[in-house]
């Protein structure tokens, strides 16, 4: 079975800086998805970028971008010139290729501090 | 059109009632999801359709029902529910290119 595992229960950040929030997995599959979801206090779960594990190059999207170790099965996600839109829960996700359960990790809340 | 609405967005029920929650999207997607979530926890999956074929997370209790009209639309009806069923309900469709799950706001549920 596949693991996800988010090992900072709680993180902080002052506004403009950079903050890295960590994922590992565990898993024996060669093809799958990992995501980064963020849900607000306002409660919608947001895509916040897509990495597939048959690419090499790490996504980004705008400020925020991943470091996709597959060997080491770590998928972090780092946040640049954190802005307090961005405090929020965020959640680390991994789904099998062409399969509908998707996995979650625990979640880190981050609080970004003016 | 690139949204997943739910509704009601709040729903308090006495546990003999029946009541619905309703999800829809026109994206296109043809996996459609229902989570829940407590406070501070990830969502957990209780049902998908896919292709409107059901999956079911077996440790779901019968008074949840999933319904999918179709495509676009699905249903949990609800009944004779327990305090501890109190939570978020979330639902989501996935896409059909990358498998991102694209979720609605939630309907907040409360069980008396």
């Known amino acids: 079975a596949q693991t996800v595992t988010q090992s900072q229960p709680e993180m902080s950040v002052q506004e403009a800086e950079t903050v890295t929030l960590s994922c590992t997995y565990d898993t024996s599959e060669s093809n799958y998805y990992l995501f980064w979801y963020k849900q607000p206090p306002s409660r919608q779960m947001i895509l916040v970028i897509r990495?597939?594990?048959?690419?090499?190059q790490n996504a980004t999207e705008n400020r925020f971008s991943v470091n996709f170790q597959k060997a080491a099965k770590s998928f972090s996600l780092k946040i640049s010139d954190s802005q307090l839109g961005d405090t929020a829960m965020y959640f680390c996700a991994f789904m099998k290729y062409n399969n509908n359960d998707m996995r979650f990790g625990a979640g880190t809340r981050l609080t970004v501090k003016p | 059109d690139t949204e997943v609405t739910q509704t009601p967005k709040h729903l308090v029920m006495g546990m003999t009632n029946k009541k619905s929650l309703k999800c829809e999207q026109h994206m296109g997607h043809r996996a459609m999801y229902w989570y829940k979530q407590k406070a501070k926890k990830p969502p957990e999956l209780m049902f998908v359709?896919?292709?409107?074929?059901?999956?079911i997370n077996e440790s779901v209790p019968s008074r949840f029902s999933p319904e999918c009209p179709n495509s676009s639309l699905l249903n949990l009806h609800l009944h004779a529910l327990q305090p501890e069923d109190s939570a978020l309900y979330l639902c989501?469709?996935?896409?059909?290119?990358?498998?991102?799950?694209?979720f609605g706001p939630g309907t907040r549920l409360t069980v008396l």
């Open positions: 359709y896919s292709y409107e074929k059901l999956s």
């Open positions: 989501a469709s996935r896409g059909n290119s990358y498998n991102e799950q694209f």
């Open positions: 990495q597939e594990a048959y690419k090499q």
